[in-house]
C-alpha cells in the first residue's frame, strides 16, 4: 500500500517546488490540449508619461485570463477621468 500524500503549507515555496508544479500543470495541459500556450500578461495604466500607476498582472493559459494582482490607485475610480486619474488634483 502506498504510503498517504502530505499536505504542506508555506509561504516560501523554493525555486525547485514552482518549478516542479508549474512543470506538471503545464505537461498535464499540453497533454490535455496538445499545445502549450501560457504566458504572462499586464494591463498598465499609466499616467501620460507613461510612468505606472496601477493595473493587473496575470496570465492566459488556454484562451483564459487569470489574474493574480489588482491595484487601481482611488483617484482613478469609475467617476474620475484620464486625466484626473493621472494627475494629483
Known amino acids: 500500500m502506498a504510503p498517504e500524500p502530505k499536505l504542506i503549507l508555506t ?3 523554493s525555486d525547485t517546488t514552482q518549478a516542479v508544479i508549474d512543470g506538471g500543470l503545464a505537461q ?3 497533454e490535455q490540449a496538445g499545445y502549450r500556450d501560457w504566458r504572462d500578461l499586464a494591463v498598465l495604466v ?3 508619461d507613461d510612468a505606472v500607476r496601477g493595473g ?3 496570465r492566459t493559459s488556454l484562451g483564459l485570463y487569470f489574474v493574480d494582482l489588482f491595484h487601481l490607485p482611488q483617484r482613478c475610480g469609475a467617476r474620475a477621468s484620464a486625466p484626473a ?3 494629483s488634483r
Request: charged content about 35%; overall charge negative.
Open 46 to 48: 499609466t499616467d501620460p
Open 56 to 58: 493587473l498582472l496575470g
Open 85 to 87: 486619474c493621472s494627475r
Open 11 to 13: 509561504d516560501r515555496p
Open 28 to 30: 498535464s495541459n499540453e
